[in-house]
T-cell receptor, first 114, second 114 residues
């Protein structure tokens, strides 16, 4: 069975500082990894994905994520946080044979302070 | 660009009442999904439809039924609502082609069962 863990329920950073939201995964086979963001009272929005290729993936709104196979991690990063980045972030994983079914982590609340 | 549309946005039910949550997508996607979101638990898959005419159980199907009415519409029915079904429900559909694996989400239905 595949699973995803986001070890931090909440991350607080100051505006302008770098941010990291952590994600580790467990799958059999090659993972397809995703980050989604949810703003209050909205549905989830796709940020970025790793399928294959370069371990550093760039996505929307200046976010990037680094795939580390040996550590089974896929941490989300941004060099300089904005107050508007404050939201709920979800890491998700699927495998190639799962008809697109995603397994989500429990979510991390990111708060960026002015 | 409507994307994925869910109705209603809010609903309050009494225990034992039934209701159907509606979902429609206008992106010609083959696969559609129903998730529930509960605090600290991320999103959990209830049912999915890999293609028109097929439906399958996800992680938490008990107490729910689904209908893939046509390629556009995928409804979720609660036959006898229970307080444990108080949650936020999200419908999603998946894009094919070069953007495959990305799920697009509706804005959600907030359901309270008293």
């Amino acid at each position: 069975a595949q699973s995803v863990a986001q070890p931090e329920d909440q991350v607080n950073v100051a505006e302008g500082n770098p941010l990291t939201v952590k994600c580790t995964y467990s799958v059999s086979g090659n993972p397809y990894l995703f980050w989604y963001v949810q703003y209050p009272n909205r549905g989830l929005q796709f940020l970025l994905k790793y399928i294959t290729g370069d371990n550093l993936v760039k996505g929307s709104y200046g976010f990037e994520a680094e795939f580390n196979k040996s550590q089974t991690s896929f941490h989300l990063k941004k060099p300089s946080a904005l107050v508007s980045d404050s939201a709920l972030y979800f890491c998700a994983v699927r495998t190639g044979t799962s008809y697109g079914k995603l397994t989500f982590g429990q979510g991390t609340i990111l708060t960026v302070h002015p | 660009n409507a994307g994925v549309t869910q109705t209603p946005k809010f609903q309050v039910l009494k225990t034992g009442q039934s209701m159907t949550l509606q979902c429609a997508q206008d992106m010609n996607h083959n696969s559609m999904y129903w998730y529930r979101q509960d605090p600290g638990m991320g999103l959990r898959l209830i049912y999915y439809s890999a293609s028109e005419g097929t439906t399958d159980k996800g992680e938490v199907p008990n107490g729910y039924n689904v209908s893939r009415l046509n390629k556009r519409e995928f409804s979720l029915r609660l036959e006898s609502a229970a307080p444990s079904q108080t949650s936020v429900y999200f419908c999603a559909s998946i894009a094919g082609g070069v953007t495959k694996n990305i799920q697009y989400f509706g804005a959600g239905t907030r359901l309270s069962v008293l």
